[in-house]
């Protein structure tokens, strides 16, 4: 059988050779086809030559140097055509959403989450809620001992003087001091409250009243009682805008600025008529020693004798009392002045976010980190009061000072009627949860901050 070589397929076009089909003439010239042969084409040659002249002509034309520049220009291009085509695909969206809705739908969000919501070719972002800005208490963890912690029955001779045990299921001085909350309570109505100030003095007060706290109406108590979100109220100090400057209980400006300092918690006391003998807390960490301010208010007779007694030296520090001279003492009682530091001590320490107040005869035995935590940021409370262990009812301890002889008879009972007037009745059962009828007045008139007495 006479067949040709089947030759060489061409790479691009299935054409042979030239070279390969002269060759084949010259050798028989066969005028049959190959199975595999075509006609004879020359343009795809002439495209090779035109694409490699071009790419020679770029490779010329641009060095080495010049590539940069080139790619660059390349991703520009690009670039730009794709931020052309997005933007149109944009404006489609946004004009489909428009047509659909005015109103951007409900959207749930968790908590890690941004989310985007468009309304009119408008971008707004929604970005989870921000942390909570006021205190909102704790509890501890199930199965702590505090939780199931109960007081002990009452003492059987309630005559019985002296010392009382009091059992209190306190935590660790270390994790009392980590609870201390790091923000303010929330107030849901008084958001700003300032307190009245008047130079000279309006004596317009029906029942009276002092130069130091002022002459109230009775229409103006009642309406200290009507708790709104701005307040003015009269709280002592009434002649001065610094409570301890001119305005009667005045005070020392160096020792005014170290209460200023007191930006956390402080614990004060006062003697006054050295009626008492100062008693040092014991059981205190070393952390509130640095950090807690211990301020006891005393009167020109206390100081003389603390002085002559070689207890007060320069550093007007007995211990870790810091000592403070009260000068021009408002009232000549000094129980009465006494009063001041205990109901007041948010005017006298303005910077402090906890206070406690301890009598000037009794001995703090407890952290004050410990007890700010069982009586205060553990119930999320804004103050805490002792209850007397005998007396509950604001009209037998009235009974009992007149027996003791504390105040005038005809002033107590003067107050005691002016309360009756107002509807007040014995205390009872039926009054909880309020558990003590005696401090009818002692936080209404002037609203506290956080105050723990003792």
């Known amino acids: 059988m006479n067949g040709g070589s089947l030759g060489i397929r061409s790479g691009s076009y299935g054409s ?41 002509w770029i490779r010329k034309s641009v060095g080495r140097r010049k590539v940069g520049m080139l790619l660059l220009c390349v991703i520009s291009a690009a670039v730009f055509i794709w931020v052309l ?41 929604v970005f989870p809620p921000p942390p909570p800005s006021h205190f909102l208490g704790y509890s501890l963890p199930p ?75 009775v229409a103006q108590r009642t309406d200290s009682y009507d708790i709104r979100e701005s307040m003015s109220v009269h709280c002592g100090f009434v002649r001065g805008t610094r409570a301890g400057r001119n305005t009667g209980y005045d005070i020392d400006e160096v020792d005014l600025d170290a209460m200023d300092q007191c930006r956390g918690v402080v614990v004060s006391s006062a003697i006054f008529a050295a009626f008492d003998n100062i008693q040092q807390p014991s059981n205190i960490s070393e ?17 003389a004798y603390l002085q002559n007694s070689g207890q007060l030296g320069d550093s007007r520090k007995v211990g870790v009392w810091r000592i403070v001279l009260i000068h021009n003492p408002p009232y000549t009682d000094g129980r009465r002045t006494g009063k001041i530091p205990k109901l007041l001590p948010h005017r006298l320490f303005p910077n402090a976010r906890f206070s406690i107040w301890i009598d000037g005869k009794l001995e703090l035995v407890v952290d004050p980190y410990q007890i700010l935590e069982r009586h205060l940021w553990r119930k999320n409370a804004t103050f805490a009061i002792s209850r007397h262990y005998k007396r509950f009812d604001v009209f037998t301890e009235a009974e009992a000072n007149k027996a003791a002889g504390k105040y005038d008879n005809a002033s107590i009972d003067f107050q005691i009627d002016f309360y009756k007037s107002e509807g007040l009745s014995p205390y009872t059962l039926d009054k909880l949860p309020i558990t003590s009828g005696r401090v009818r007045d002692t936080f209404s008139l002037c609203i506290l901050g956080y105050l723990l007495v003792l």
């Open 287 to 303: 952390y509130s020693k640095r950090t807690v301010c211990f301020f006891m208010f005393v009167d020109d007779e206390t100081e």
């Open 143 to 217: 199965g702590h001992p505090c939780n199931t912690f109960t007081l002990p029955p009452p003492p059987a001779d309630r005559k019985r003087t002296g010392p009382r045990p009091c059992p209190v299921c306190y935590l660790p001085v270390e994790e009392a001091i980590a609870l201390m909350p790091k923000l303010p309570s929330y107030s849901p109505v008084l958001k700003d409250l300032t307190y009245i100030y008047e130079n000279p003095l309006t004596k317009n007060g029906e029942f009276g009243g002092s130069d130091f706290g002022g002459y109230p109406t």
């Open 16 to 56: 042979l050779d030239k070279p390969q089909q002269l060759q084949q003439q010259q050798n028989g010239g066969s005028n049959h086809l190959l199975p595999i042969q075509s006609t004879i084409r020359t343009k795809p040659a002439k495209m090779f030559k035109e694409k490699d002249r071009f790419l020679h």
């Open 85 to 125: 085509y997005v933007g149109k695909i944009m404006a489609c969206f946004s004009g489909e959403d428009a047509q659909e809705s005015d109103q951007v739908p409900n959207m749930s969000i968790s908590p890690n989450i941004s989310a985007t919501v468009r309304k009119q070719n408008t971008t707004t972002l």
